[in-house]
């Protein structure tokens, strides 16, 4: 059976970051990756609604139901290609466990774009001594929501889904690819749990371990 997935982006909204590697329009990331805004956001704010649709079951949820959004409109990591305003190449990789065996067919990520190509790739990665290993489902996504159209919503793909094993940590992965060399885009952080966890992040190609608040994400499966 093909393995596929369905990917939806969901956009987050305009911020302006406090300077260290790289700047655009008020925008602006550290060496680290990780963006905090410095400006009242513009956009409109929302709520949560269902996540999973009938006959789907989630598996990994940290959006959250807030009256003002789904997650933390003013911080977030940055997703960067070599030829970006960035100058590096950084990607981040949130990982989750699921409680019971099932099929990922959804993916919910809370990213938005900033300059360059329009593009991401995220995926569906398995673990590799903690970090995140081999692709086992992904998709290149274009057109996404600029900085400041908050919640707009993006899908891609469908079909019987991806194997999970419970108990068994997986990761879903933004970075760019040879097709968005240039783009720089960024991951909101959660607001359910605001606090230091685990996480993966990629500098120029080498993923290393490192902890912060996660990045805003659901998985939704069978």
């Given at each position: 059976?093909?393995?596929?997935?369905?990917?939806?982006?969901?956009?987050?909204?305009?911020?302006?970051?406090?300077?260290?590697?790289?700047?655009?329009?008020?925008?602006?990331?550290?060496?680290?990756?990780?963006?905090?805004?410095?400006?009242?956001?513009?956009?409109?704010?929302?709520?949560?609604?269902?996540?999973?649709?009938?006959?789907?079951t989630?598996?990994?949820?940290?959006?959250?139901?807030?009256?003002?959004?789904?997650?933390?409109?003013?911080?977030g990591?940055?997703?960067?290609?070599?030829?970006?305003?960035?100058?590096?190449?950084?990607?981040?990789?949130?990982?989750?466990?699921?409680?019971?065996?099932?099929?990922?067919?959804?993916?919910?990520?809370a990213?938005?774009?900033?300059t360059?190509?329009?593009?991401?790739?995220?995926?569906?990665?398995?673990?590799a001594?903690?970090?995140?290993?081999?692709?086992?489902?992904?998709?290149?996504?274009?057109?996404?929501?600029?900085?400041?159209?908050?919640?707009?919503?993006?899908?891609?793909?469908?079909?019987?889904?991806?194997?999970?094993?419970?108990?068994?940590?997986?990761?879903?992965?933004?970075?760019?690819?040879?097709?968005?060399?240039?783009?720089?885009?960024?991951?909101?952080?959660?607001?359910?749990?605001?606090?230091?966890?685990?996480?993966?992040?990629?500098?120029?190609?080498?993923?290393?371990?490192?902890?912060?608040?996660?990045?805003?994400?659901?998985?939704?499966?069978?």
């Amino acid at each position: 059976m093909k393995k596929t997935l369905t990917l939806v982006l969901v956009s987050f909204l305009l911020v302006s970051l406090t300077a260290f590697a790289a700047s655009k329009n008020g925008i602006s990331t550290s060496h680290n990756g990780q963006v905090t805004a410095t400006a009242k956001p513009s956009g409109t704010f929302f709520g949560g609604g269902p996540i999973a649709d009938i006959g789907e079951t989630v598996i990994y949820n940290n959006l959250s139901n807030y009256p003002l959004g789904v997650y933390w409109c003013c911080e977030g990591w940055t997703i960067s290609g070599p030829n970006s305003p960035i100058g590096a190449t950084y990607a981040d990789g949130m990982p989750f466990t699921p409680a019971a065996n099932g099929k990922v067919t959804k993916l919910v990520v809370a990213v938005g774009y900033v300059t360059g190509t329009n593009s991401v790739e995220i995926s569906l990665n398995a673990d590799a001594n903690g970090l995140p290993g081999n692709v086992i489902g992904k998709f290149d996504v274009t057109g996404l929501p600029s900085f400041g159209s908050c919640c707009v919503t993006v899908s891609k793909g469908g079909g019987g889904g991806v194997s999970v094993t419970a108990g068994t940590q997986y990761w879903v992965v933004v970075q760019t690819d040879s097709k968005s060399a240039d783009t720089w885009n960024a991951w909101n952080d959660n607001d359910t749990n605001e606090t230091a966890q685990p996480f993966a992040f990629n500098n120029n190609g080498v993923w290393g371990a490192t902890e912060g608040i996660l990045g805003a994400f659901a998985v939704v499966g069978k």
